[in-house]
């Protein structure tokens, strides 16, 4: 039941909350990878809410480009797709759709101090701790969102969490059902081990020829051969076609002057304020505080501070603040400030200078610059040209020929690209969707121009050959099959002696002279379910919760040691005694029970207003 609803908690929760409140932002792009196929049918309506193909479609390359980012690019869109995030899009996007109605219903407001608060205080918008205008501006500007529509996301936000909040604040579980939950999970044992080490065990000797063909007949599967792909690929990188690019004098001064903004940097200041509902309360606050007491005094009066963060004047999130706090001649404190939110006292704690580079400083920066784009300008139309070529049915031969492209021909590989011999291939993109692109082809048959998932350039590629698994005949194989077989008889044989051992121990004979040379441990305290880094193993702290006190075990070991255990002492949990732990494992029952609360409310919800999915045309627009 706990399972079940710790579950629902995160469905709700992660899937839900975090997707409407906290937009994150990735540095990454995803390029053309959708077919946006025109589409005046709603995919998706949520009561009275309709969401077309192409928002669903937006919505999941938002969150696309943050998992790509995370990744490293280890995970193409594709993957993320199959990993179930559009699936996770369009939940998000009902539950957005579910709750702003209910919001609406309620005809709930928000205070527009907390959003400028909730926009000031993220960190993807601040440096080094303080709001950056500029950065908010290129952070949207890169997520491909207006300054309009995030507000009106926080907004929507504030008022979802509100709601949410409401429904869970106050629940709290009864320390008497947490109590029997308790002791069950937070009781702990000790038990003291003997370890049979696998390669202590005596030699069984050598294997004959029909030992050893019995044995590999029966652990074929372990003796595989993985498949081999012989491929042949065009590979285009930026290096490819930047040799010779040498920009012109007046392109280097005008991305210069183009780049003002950030070369020429205005002065900027770091800014909070206090707002109050009216102008003489205002001006009483204005004249008693100073540098040193305006955060003092601020909270003495129970006074919310809104952090502007550190920006120029043009940047300040209202002009009239910025005019004010442009005007100290150094840090200090402004005097009473109107604006459409109300009155305002700023606080100037620390100014920065502008500053400007030079273009000959800034030269070398901008060379590099112009040179990588018009690289991946020439890229970008070489491999379109390519992608002409296969289209229109050419060869690979063909087609490097008529783009001026190098041909490569690579020995047989596995999956994780490794060769014949067992070592990663040399030149091979390290990529894994070039293998996996060349894993999911048949013998013969070739690729579309795809791009890597670096974003360092295009590749198409053919599948040469394919040799299947296969298992190599015994002669080849023979001193990896004995090894396999010696090392089997020798974990048997550990085995049996823990099984004499376990009788010994069982009836009570002292550790020390059960083991006699064999290592021996006391373990520390370990609960039921052990964490994955314990050095439990699982298969020890199982058999112990099962024992009675002074019951001996056999643990077989994943190396093929054996193992032989006592339970050795037992400590009950004690809500009293671990007061601690007894409350935070009850609030955690808590959020377990608000999340099965909320995943209800969402269900009410659903039913109320309606859901509608049209799969098909959501699905049609990632078609290639």
């Given at each position: 039941m706990l399972d079940i609803l710790r579950k629902n908690s995160q469905h709700w929760v992660i899937k839900i909350l975090f997707g409407l409140l906290a937009l994150s932002f990735a540095a990454w792009g995803i390029g053309d990878m959708f077919r946006m196929r025109a589409a005046t049918q709603p995919a998706l309506v949520v009561g009275k809410t309709e969401f077309l193909p192409s928002q669903i479609v937006e919505d999941f390359r938002r969150q696309a480009e943050r998992l790509v980012a995370s990744s490293g690019g280890r995970i193409t869109i594709d993957q993320a797709r199959k990993m179930g995030v559009l699936q996770d899009v369009i939940d998000q996007d009902i539950a957005r759709a579910l709750l702003q109605q209910e919001v609406a219903r309620l005809k709930l407001t928000v205070d527009e101090k907390l959003v400028i608060a909730s926009i000031a205080g993220n960190p993807n918008f601040q440096i080094k701790g303080q709001?950056?205008?500029?950065?908010?501006?290129?952070?949207?500007?890169?997520?491909?969102?207006?300054?309009?529509?995030?507000?009106?996301?926080?907004?929507?936000?504030?008022?979802?969490?509100?709601?949410?909040?409401?429904?869970?604040?106050?629940?709290?579980?009864?320390a008497p059902a947490v109590d029997a939950l308790f002791r069950y999970a937070f009781e702990q044992r000790t038990a003291e081990t003997i370890l049979i080490p696998v390669e202590k065990m005596p030699s069984p000797g050598?294997?004959?020829?029909?030992?050893?063909?019995?044995?590999?007949?029966?652990?074929?599967?372990?003796?595989?051969?993985?498949?081999?792909?012989?491929?042949?690929?065009?590979?285009?990188?930026?290096?490819?076609?930047?040799?010779?690019?040498?920009?012109?004098?007046?392109?280097?001064?005008?991305?210069?002057?183009?780049?003002?903004?950030?070369?020429?940097?205005?002065?900027?200041?770091?800014?909070?304020?206090?707002?109050?509902?009216?102008?003489?309360?205002?001006?009483?606050?204005?004249?008693?505080?100073?540098?040193?007491?305006?955060?003092?005094?601020?909270?003495?009066?129970?006074?919310?501070?809104?952090?502007?963060?550190?920006?120029?004047?043009?940047?300040?999130?209202?002009?009239?603040?910025?005019?004010?706090?442009?005007?100290?001649?150094?840090?200090g404190v402004t005097g009473a400030i109107q604006s459409a939110l109300g009155w305002h006292v700023a606080l100037v704690s620390a100014i920065t200078p502008g500053k400007s580079v030079s273009l000959a400083d800034a030269r070398d920066q901008l060379i590099k610059e112009l040179i990588k784009a018009e690289a991946q300008n020439r890229l970008f139309k070489k491999s379109t040209d390519l992608e002409d070529a296969i289209g229109s049915g050419a060869a690979l031969e063909e087609a490097a020929n008529t783009v001026g492209a190098k041909l490569q021909t690579f020995a047989p590989v596995d999956a994780s690209g490794r060769a014949m011999n067992g070592r990663p291939l040399d030149g091979l993109p390290s990529q894994r969707g070039f293998l996996e692109a060349a894993f999911k082809t048949d013998q013969g048959s070739g690729t579309q121009v795809e791009e890597l998932e670096d974003k360092s350039g295009y590749y198409v590629l053919r599948v040469d050959s394919v040799t299947p698994p296969a298992a190599p005949a015994l002669d080849a194989i023979k001193d990896r099959v004995a090894a396999a077989w010696d090392h089997e008889e020798r974990s048997r044989a550990a085995r049996k002696m823990a099984e004499e051992l376990q009788k010994r121990l069982g009836k009570g004979e002292p550790l020390a002279a059960v083991a006699g040379s064999l290592p021996t441990e006391t373990t520390q305290p370990f609960r039921r379910v052990v964490a994955p880094d314990s050095p439990i193993l699982p298969a020890l702290a199982s058999s112990m919760f099962k024992a009675q006190p002074g019951g001996a075990a056999v643990i077989d070991v994943p190396n093929g040691d054996a193992m032989v255990a006592r339970l050795k002492t037992i400590q009950p949990a004690d809500p009293q005694a671990q007061p601690e732990q007894f409350a935070n494992a009850r609030a955690q029952y808590g959020r377990a029970l608000s999340g099965d609360l909320l995943w209800s409310y969402r269900q009410a919800l659903q039913k109320d207003l309606g859901v509608k999915i049209n799969q098909s045309l959501i699905d049609q627009q990632f078609e290639k």
């Open positions: 709001f950056d205008r500029g950065l908010y501006a290129q952070m949207l500007s890169r997520n491909n969102m207006s300054e309009g529509y995030y507000e009106q996301e926080q907004r929507n936000g504030l008022l979802g969490n509100a709601l949410l909040q409401s429904i869970t604040s106050g629940i709290s579980v009864p050598k294997p004959d020829d029909q030992i050893l063909q019995t044995f590999y007949k029966s652990h074929q599967t372990d003796f595989l051969a993985p498949e081999m792909r012989g491929i042949t690929a065009i590979i285009l990188r930026p290096a490819d076609v930047a040799a010779g690019i040498s920009p012109a004098e007046s392109d280097i001064e005008k991305l210069y002057q183009a780049r003002q903004a950030e070369f020429m940097k205005g002065e900027s200041r770091a800014v909070k304020i206090v707002t109050f509902a009216d102008e003489a309360k205002a001006k009483d606050f204005a004249a008693k505080a100073s540098l040193k007491d305006f955060v003092t005094l601020a909270k003495a009066g129970n006074l919310d501070i809104t952090d502007l963060g550190t920006a120029e004047a043009k940047a300040m999130p209202m002009p009239e603040i910025g005019k004010a706090a442009f005007a100290l001649p150094q840090p």
